[in-house]
């Protein structure tokens, strides 16, 4: 695994000493309304449990040192060649540093290292995850329990850098856990479930700049305004049914709603024929629906199962495609810290 390095140095000293904290955070898939909640349309999202993990303590000298820890298959591009190392952790410092900002506590000197199990740039929230992991470790590092709320507002920090015009549901749905219907950051509902869907996560190994993809579908949108308004009220009936089913414990109707929003994710320009061949694969496995999650580009497909049994027999079926399946489940608990 790489382990990549940042150093922020300050000239001021710390006032009083920080405490070692860990804190983890989930990773979270899209169940509907990736691209179309970022122009008003609802979305669900469920945390799951792939998660990062961050390790905060003092150290000696002054400012602030961040290291990353992420498995080199997570790093791979559309060429195969890993991204820049610095793009990767300038998010992860801005985190530490908007938080130490926020708790007056910008003297300090901290060594933040994350560990990453979500693959990266795949539509599983990495990015959200590890930087609601720094900013609730940070905080608690300097004697702040900091709000989930305060922490969602902080979060929009490295978002707004690496995502341009970011919804905020990833992060909602990494610090709250459990389901969510989000249609804005002042809104955000848990959905209680009749029951857990039986899911799988396949990554394509391809893998997108999501900031350049959000954009892309922004300004189609403004072009085509009539076939996006058409598509927002889609997403509207989709996302609601979504949770409707959830609730119900209905999977035939969620599986339904999931391939129609995948279709109208293709129709707009972000899935990928890698996708759309997963996609097909596992429906002809038995899946009762799938479609990508995120982004789109690349990253990765969710798979929804009639029992754990299909979803065993679909995951091998992908595996021999060239995906890489994770059979996964609901993170309840969020993003959590605590003293180390």
Do not use: W
């Amino acid at each position: 695994m790489p382990q990549l390095h940042s150093r922020s140095e300050e000239s001021s000293h710390p006032t009083s000493e920080p405490s070692p904290t860990i804190a983890r955070a989930p990773g979270k898939i899209i169940l509907s309304g990736e691209h179309f909640v970022v122009l008003g349309a609802p979305a669900v999202a469920m945390a799951i449990n792939l998660y990062s993990q961050v390790h905060v303590v003092p150290k000696n000298g002054s400012g602030l040192s961040v290291t990353a820890d992420i498995p080199l298959r997570f790093l791979a591009g559309k060429s195969g060649n890993p991204p820049d190392p610095g793009e990767l952790l300038l998010p992860l410092q801005m985190a530490a540093e908007a938080t130490l900002k926020q708790t007056g506590s910008i003297d300090h000197a901290l060594q933040v290292d994350v560990e990453c199990e979500i693959p990266v740039a795949a539509g599983l929230g990495s990015s959200a995850s590890t930087t609601v992991a720094i900013i609730s470790a940070v905080a608690r590092s300097n004697g702040i329990e900091m709000s989930k709320k305060k922490i969602f507002q902080l979060g929009f920090v490295p978002e707004n850098f690496l995502h341009g015009k970011p919804s905020g549901v990833d992060q909602a749905a990494c610090i709250y856990g459990g389901m969510i219907q989000f249609s804005r950051p002042s809104n955000v509902k848990t959905v209680r479930l009749k029951k857990d869907p039986v899911l799988l996560v396949c990554d394509t190994g391809i893998h997108h700049m999501t900031r350049t993809l959000v954009g892309g579908v922004v300004q189609k949108s403004k072009k085509e305004k009539k076939d996006f308004q058409n598509y927002l009220a889609k997403v509207r009936e989709i996302s609601s049914g979504v949770a409707r089913s959830l609730r119900e414990g209905d999977d035939e109707d969620l599986g339904t709603l999931m391939n129609q929003n995948h279709e109208l994710l293709r129709k707009i320009g972000v899935s990928h024929p890698k996708l759309d061949h997963l996609v097909e694969v596992a429906r002809r496995a038995g899946a009762l629906g799938a479609k990508l999650t995120g982004a789109g580009g690349g990253g990765c497909v969710i798979v929804l199962s009639p029992s754990r049994g299909v979803r065993d027999r679909i995951a091998r079926v992908l595996r021999r495609e060239g995906g890489t399946p994770y059979k996964i489940s609901m993170d309840t608990g969020g993003v959590e810290s605590r003293p180390a």
